[in-house]
């Protein structure tokens, strides 16, 4: 079965500060791991996904499939990055592509 | 840049009555879902759609449950009758054949009553 934990319901840091949004997954395929972020009042969209390796909005997460984890991180938060972070988990089936939701983190950058 | 719509933003309905919650996905997207959160919870998989047909569901999505694409543009998702415990943000998502970004709408909030 696909399981994704967020252990983190809030994480509040100072701007400036770095940030790591936990996530840790369970699935026996070949995982696809996303991140998508919820602004205030607006649509989830998404931030990163593991197959591309890249940095938005300063924003990295590498999978790490000994430890079957794929944290969230920035080196210097920003008080634009207060949102609600989930990550999700996909694997194809039939060829679509089913995701599975963590419970979210609420990130709070503080001034 | 193409979104996904969804209608209405709110919904509130008596128990026991029909919904039909309305989704326009993006215009080349070729799979289709319905996800639901309830207030507090996590965003939860209900239903995926490809080649009119259901690809794959849930258990949450039971005989109450039904989805339609009635007209190649529209995406809908029914529930016969409802419940109180089906109040929830429902999110209607779309996304390119493969491992493609799901692309989601902003959500219909149905209240039950």
């Known amino acids: 079965a696909q399981r994704v934990t967020q252990p983190e319901k809030l994480l509040s840091v100072f701007k400036g500060a770095p940030v790591e949004l936990k996530c840790n997954y369970s699935?026996?395929?070949?995982?696809?791991l996303f991140w998508y972020v919820q602004y205030s009042r607006q649509r989830l969209q998404l931030l990163l996904r593991h197959i591309s390796r890249e940095s938005i909005k300063g924003f990295t997460a590498d999978l790490n499939k000994g430890e079957t984890s794929f944290h969230l991180k920035k080196p210097f938060a920003q008080e634009e990055d207060s949102a609600m972070y989930y990550c999700a988990l996909g694997g194809l089936t039939g060829g679509g592509n089913k995701l599975t939701f963590g419970t979210g983190t609420q990130l709070k950058v503080e001034l | 840049e193409p979104e996904v719509t969804q209608t209405p933003s709110h919904q509130v309905t008596q128990m026991g009555q029909e919904v039909i919650l309305r989704c326009v996905p993006i215009?080349?997207?070729?799979?289709f879902y319905w996800y639901r959160q309830i207030l507090g919870q996590k965003v939860e998989f209900l239903v995926s759609?490809?080649?009119?047909?259901?690809?794959?569901k849930s258990e949450i999505f039971d005989d109450q449950f039904s989805v339609e694409r009635p007209d190649g543009s529209n995406f809908t998702l029914k529930i016969r009758s409802t419940k109180l415990e089906d109040s929830a943000m429902y999110f209607c998502?779309?996304?390119?054949?493969?491992?493609?970004?799901?692309?989601f709408g902003p959500g219909t909030r149905l209240t039950v009553t």
């Open positions: 215009s080349n997207h070729l799979y």
């Open positions: 699935y026996s395929g070949s995982p696809e």
């Open positions: 759609f490809y080649n009119n047909e259901i690809s794959e």
């Open positions: 998502a779309s996304s390119a054949p493969g491992p493609h970004e799901q692309y």
